[in-house]
């Protein structure tokens, strides 16, 4: 991956949502992650944070985008698996078969044979289960190659054929492009296993097949332009290839003259086919022409120091120089072959801190994330806590407001009661003071609470009671 990614693309990228006015949709950013990778990671960063997309379809994005767009295969293997794990992967079942497709190539990819069979074994029986017959043959091919790594040559082939089995009934029963060329593929894979065992016959009885498939391929609407040109000089490739090994001369050079008569061989892309039918054919200087004049072009438009440079265009020069006796050249090369190793094996290790960097760093961010709702859930569980209290309070404060109201009645109405009795006092105690002053000495004796009748008794007792004590 490379180490910096220029702002304008990822602000161009920003803005092709941002101008439409809405958040980008996960089909659409499943888009961008096959055509700008490194600006959809970026962005997925930010979508990440404001937590527009779930988890699962965040993982998902990064594994399309690694493992299609820039290679990454270790990283692209992780957040596969992180993707696969989400229960929200359930769901969708042609993406959990989608994952465990890339799981399964990825693993065979970094030598890890054992786990890419356990994948796609999962694959085939969610493929089974589903009816998707895309899927359970290249399940079938990938298991294949694993075996053939392994040495069950007999296995892998049974699990190729099973493939081309299933893709053979698509094609008959819907014979569109895409299932013509998947078709086309696996029976490719097979030949070139074939071939590599020298199990040549086999591979010859595969011919009326192949070329089947292609008359398919060319009389199909659908066909994109120079597809069929291509796949006849893959063909013409191989078989000449064989005819070499074999000894028959005239049967492999008269299919050399076909490739040589089809445009796509004659292309700058499609030259590379010529190249191992000249070094089977011992026209080792013709080869190491079209050797040189590929990897010019791979110098000039792409980074070389990679597998693919080493195996097949080193290799093939190789080759031709060892054909040649060139022993001084072929030294060179195969220094050059061993230093980019090296090379390789460094950047390897390289790319696996990065990746592990990049995992933490993914990781990182979903602690944070974690964190975060972690947060909120506590906010939410100390609202929902404090909503009640609050109610509660709210009501003692009714009550207590309540009550001192009511007690303030009965103040007012106490002090009132008061008022009243004083008044009655003071009218009694004049009342008394006047019989005292208007008396006689004959009535001196007669009791001047006797004269008083009952009520004014009734309400002195009262205020003895309430004022006096």
Not at 33 to 62: G, K, M, Q, V
Not at 126 to 147: C, D, I, Q, R, Y
Not at 222 to 238: K, L, N, Q, S, W
Not at 388 to 401: D, T
Request: aromatic share 10%; net charge negative.
């Amino acid at each position: 991956m490379k180490s910096g990614i220029p702002i304008f693309a990822i602000l161009g990228l920003a803005a092709i949502f941002l101008c439409s006015g809405s958040i980008p949709t996960f089909e659409q950013m499943e888009d961008e992650a096959y055509l700008r990778p490194e600006e959809t990671l970026a962005l997925l960063d930010s979508l990440e944070s404001e937590a527009l997309f779930t988890p699962f379809e965040i993982s998902y994005l990064r594994c399309i985008a690694y493992h299609n767009g820039l290679c990454s295969y270790k990283a692209a293997l992780y957040h596969a698996r992180k993707a696969y794990d989400s229960p929200e992967a359930r769901d969708n079942p042609a993406i959990s078969m989608a994952l465990l497709d890339i799981m399964a190539n990825e693993c065979h990819t970094n030598g890890d044979y054992a786990q890419s069979a356990s994948y796609c074994a999962e694959g085939l029986r969610l493929s089974a289960e589903t009816g998707k017959k895309g899927f359970e043959a290249n399940f079938h091919v990938t298991w294949g190659l694993n075996l053939w790594e392994m040495g069950q040559y007999e296995e892998a082939l049974h699990h190729i054929d099973t493939a081309i089995g299933i893709l053979e009934r698509s094609a008959s029963e819907n014979p569109s492009f895409l299932a013509l060329d998947d078709y086309f593929y696996a029976l490719g894979v097979k030949l070139s296993l074939l071939y590599e065992s020298r199990r040549y016959d086999e591979a010859i009885a595969m011919l009326p097949v192949v070329e089947a498939v292609l008359n398919g391929l060319e009389t199909n609407a659908d066909t994109p332009e120079g597809i069929v040109d291509m796949r006849r000089a893959e063909m013409y490739m191989i078989y000449s290839c064989v005819a070499y090994d074999m000894g028959d001369r005239e049967r492999a050079d008269s299919l050399y003259l076909c490739l040589e008569e089809n445009p796509y061989s004659s292309t700058a892309d499609g030259e590379y086919t010529r190249i191992f039918p000249l070094i089977s054919a011992g026209r080792y200087d013709e080869a190491l022409d079209y050797i040189r004049r590929e990897k010019r072009k791979l110098q000039e438009y792409t980074d070389t120091v990679n597998w693919d440079y080493i195996d097949p265009h080193l290799r093939a020069e190789l080759e031709a120089y060892k054909g040649k006796g060139d022993w001084k050249s072929a030294s060179r090369v195969l220094g050059t072959m061993l230093a980019l190793t090296d090379s390789l094996r460094y950047e390897e290790r390289r790319e696996d801190a990065l990746e592990i960097a990049e995992i933490y760093k993914s990781n990182e961010k979903s602690m944070e994330l974690a964190r975060q709702a972690d947060s909120l859930r506590r906010h939410h569980i100390v609202l929902a806590l404090l909503v009640p209290l609050l109610i509660l309070l709210a009501l003692c404060m009714i009550y207590v407001l309540k009550t001192s109201r009511i007690v303030k009645t009965k103040n007012d109405a106490l002090v009132r009661v008061i008022e009243e009795l004083m008044v009655y006092k003071d009218n009694f105690l004049k009342s008394g003071n006047a019989v005292h002053a208007g008396g006689t000495e004959d009535d001196g004796d007669v009791d001047v609470s006797s004269k008083l009748s009952e009520n004014d008794r009734a309400l002195f007792e009262r205020i003895e009671r309430e004022i006096i004590g």
